[in-house]
């Protein structure tokens, strides 16, 4: 499974964006979808993450709720986008896509398959 994100970016504080991530290859493996965080020197944290099997479950992480929303990819494509508004400069981070084959888990940990991520820089 390859996953390629898209959509980061620079952004005024109070400003959004649309961050996509397409994944390709085996994909009929995948079981939940995700978005990721992590800026230099802290930990690696959950911005959202879903189902792709049109069950019901979705998280969020706490820094994002409110702010955030994840979407699947209605079409042929399997992937997933995050729409994010209000964006402060503590968003600033790297944003990772990932893709696990078994659950839909809050802990990067789990995740089976990463992106190169994507560059989100907020400006006060």
């Known amino acids: 499974v390859q996953l390629v994100e898209s959509g980061g970016g620079l952004v005024q504080a109070g400003g959004s964006l649309r961050l996509s991530c397409v994944a390709s290859g085996d994909t009929f493996r995948i079981y939940a979808m995700g978005w990721f965080r992590q800026a230099p020197g802290k930990e690696r944290e959950l911005v959202a993450a879903t189902r792709l099997d049109g069950g019901v479950g979705i998280y969020y992480g706490n820094s994002v709720k409110g702010r955030c929303t994840i979407s699947r990819d209605g079409a042929e494509n399997m992937g997933v986008y995050l729409q994010m508004n209000s964006l402060q400069p503590e968003d600033t981070a790297v944003y990772y896509c990932?893709?696990?084959?078994?659950?839909?888990?809050?802990?990067?940990?789990?995740?089976?398959?990463w992106g190169q991520g994507t560059q989100v820089t907020v400006s006060s």
């Open positions: 990932a893709a696990d084959p078994e659950s839909l888990s809050r802990s990067h940990f789990a995740y089976d398959y």
